[in-house]
């Protein structure tokens, strides 16, 4: 069955240095969507690729999708304690409202 | 602001026992999930339904069923409760479209089973 590979599982960096997690996913998918879990919270929606190639930005984070469709990452600069949690990808393929998410990375920042 | 809420915030349970969770969306959304979270494993989908009354089997459905008798409400059932799924429990709502929409999700369920 479809599966979505995330790496790493654990990153810890010191403040102000940069963090990226990458997503492989073994079929084709139709869009991917980045979502962030604080500590003790829910999963957050962050941003949605759909287009091949397809890079994004929100402020210091980087979203990219891949050609194929098949692998994305997310890049943040100069990492804040704020960006502190787990960053998951979530790949759907064509045809189905179903979501498989990635393992999740999980990011400590530390002062 | 969607809002989707769970029942109960921490549940413990006894092995064998029949365990309801509830999951209720305010936004009038089509679609609604269910999912398992463990460490190391990610967010696994068990059930999810497109509509009232419909459902569709997740990737871990076996000892696990739901009910959605309307729009709102979306129920994961336990039917006989084991250690193996004492878990965290998130819901998760989208409305109806191409299935490309942000997926709203409640504050969890940490179940345990004894």
């Known amino acids: 069955g479809q599966q979505v590979m995330q790496i790493p599982q654990y990153q810890h960096v010191q403040e102000g240095e940069d963090f990226t997690t990458y997503c492989n996913s073994s079929t084709t998918l139709s869009n991917i969507q980045w979502y962030k879990q604080r500590p003790g919270g829910h999963p957050v929606f962050l941003i949605q690729?759909?287009?091949?190639?397809e890079v994004k930005k929100q402020k210091r984070l980087t979203f990219q999708f891949g050609e194929a469709k098949k692998n994305s990452s997310l890049h943040i600069t100069a990492t804040q304690t704020t960006d502190v949690g787990t960053y998951f990808c979530a790949g759907r393929t064509s045809g189905t409202y179903k979501y498989i998410f990635g393992t999740g990375t999980r990011l400590k920042v530390l002062a | 602001d969607v809002k989707v809420t769970q029942s109960s915030r921490y549940l413990v349970k006894r092995t064998g026992e029949k365990v309801f969770l509830e999951c209720v969306q305010d936004?009038?959304?089509?679609?609604m999930f269910w999912y398992r979270q463990d460490p190391g494993l990610g967010l696994r989908l068990i059930y999810f339904?497109?509509?009232?009354?419909?459902?569709e089997k997740g990737d871990i459905p076996e000892g696990y069923s739901v009910s959605r008798e309307k729009k709102e409400r979306f129920s994961l059932i336990l039917e006989s409760a084991s250690t193996n799924q004492t878990s965290m429990y998130l819901c998760?709502?989208?409305?109806?479209?191409?299935?490309?929409?942000?997926?709203?999700f409640g504050d969890g369920t940490r179940l345990s089973i004894l």
């Open positions: 936004m009038d959304h089509e679609n």
């Open positions: 998760a709502s989208t409305p109806t479209d191409r299935g490309d929409q942000p997926q709203h």
């Open positions: 339904s497109y509509d009232v009354k419909m459902k």
């Open positions: 690729l759909v287009k091949s190639g």
